[in-house]
């Protein structure tokens, strides 16, 4: 009876290799397209669409949904306002006049013009 001696093969079960697809980038010249994964800032959860996120002045990112409530909270967004993203990194806080028309009350120019521009570069390049 002898112990038989056990060939310890260090299997440990790492992932499998990823199996990744090579997508034909023709004029796409963008170095930074490489993780579409980012942490929102405000959550902590990750953003799965780029494009439903915003840029921090930091260069992070943030879910629009958590953004659009810090805004609505930072400026006491009430009831009878409404806060809308007007475009090129700009919120606003919209109040209804007597005449049922909207009026910005305060603009809020959430992300630079830098990050806005590298931001939106990038999210043209995720589009196909
Ligand atoms: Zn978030």
Redesign the pocket.
Known sequence: MEGKKKKSKGKKGGAPAAERQHMKMEELAVPQVQEPLFT??????P?EYIAEAISEPDGSY??F???MDKIRRQENVSENEKLSYIGHGCFAVFTTGEDGKLAIRTRIQYESKETFESAKKFVESTKQ
């Open positions: 929102c800032a405000l959550c902590g959860k953003i943030s879910h949904d958590c953004v």
